[in-house]
């Protein structure tokens, strides 16, 4: 059994790293609530002009669509893979870089791919593997529209110039603070909408549908890469919120079995001196 220094010093460690998760977690948390009522706030618009834009695009001819929505023979593909700049979060990050990792490998085995790395630890994961072609981490020190609409343009210019026949992206999506879904969406060429559905609903135009579509697609691309960013970043403080508090936890039970094996081996030491003290003086009574 260790002795009693050696587990006071443990004790002390554990109760150190606990009140230090116990605050990254109440930090986690303030941070949070933010973080997902931006989210909650912009997803049913986010959602609604991509569903409007696919509508639109859907009534438009093949010869007259969108540059955007060219379907050409893939060969060249970018992953946009969106991670955080800090870990303690679980397994947020882990899963976006096994995402990322299962198109490289399996999906797209047979394609040259490239990525574009939205977080330090994409960055770090994929460029030891020389694929990374940018890395935009600095996006998370100022996220507004218009850091990302930076990279969205930049993203669609990649398309249209043919440097990239399809670009997806890979990020988690906020369910509540205990879950994230790993979703890969793609983001070019723009997804046709499935089935007849609503592409037959009689819109008015004003100017012509073509006009329309062309104005909206871009902003609509640019909604959905901030969405998709906006939702990674409320999805890493309800991951690292979850982590330290399951650390916050084991810290506690962690001290308490070391507090409770302190004072057994203090009885245990305090028995033995008591023994010591009996049996000398059995024995100066002999």
């Given amino acids: 059994m260790a002795n009693l220094k050696e587990i006071r010093n443990r004790i002390s460690s554990v109760s ?23 989210i909650t706030a912009m997803r049913p618009y986010a959602d609604k002009l991509t569903e409007l834009l696919q509508n639109l695009s859907a009534t438009l001819d093949a010869d007259s669509g969108s540059k955007f929505a060219e379907q050409r023979e893939v060969k ?70 218009d850091n990302v609409a930076e990279i969205a343009e930049m993203l669609m210019e990649k398309f249209v110039e043919g440097e990239f026949d399809k670009i997806e992206v890979v990020y988690n999506k906020f369910k509540n603070a205990a879950t994230q879904i790993v979703m890969t969406e793609q983001f070019l060429p723009i997804v046709p909408i499935e089935g007849e ?43 690292r919120m979850t982590a330290m508090h399951k650390a916050t936890d084991n810290a506690t039970e962690l001290r308490d079995q ?21 049996g000398g003086a059995e024995a100066l009574n002999n």
């Fill in 76 to 145: 060249n593909v970018l992953v946009v893979a969106i991670t955080s700049n800090r870990g303690l979060c679980g397994a947020f990050n882990s899963n976006i870089i096994k995402q990322t990792n299962l198109l490289i490998n399996d999906v797209y085995a047979n394609k040259n791919v490239s990525v574009l790395a939205i977080g330090k630890k994409s960055n770090d994961a994929f460029e030891k593997l020389g694929c990374v072609i940018a890395n935009k981490s600095e996006i998370f020190d100022n996220l507004t529209f």
């Fill in 258 to 278: 070391l507090k409770l094996t302190y004072n057994k081996a203090r009885q245990a030491a305090i028995t033995n001196e008591i023994l010591e003290i009996v």
């Fill in 16 to 38: 150190s790293t606990m009140q230090i998760t116990s605050a990254m977690k109440m930090v986690s948390a303030a941070k949070l609530k933010k973080a997902q009522d931006a």
């Fill in 197 to 239: 559905g609503n592409a037959n609903l009689d819109y008015i135009f004003e100017p012509s549908k073509e006009e329309i579509v062309e104005e909206l697609i871009p902003k609509s691309l640019k909604t959905q890469l901030y969405k998709g960013i906006r939702d990674s970043f409320a999805s890493e403080h309800g991951a």
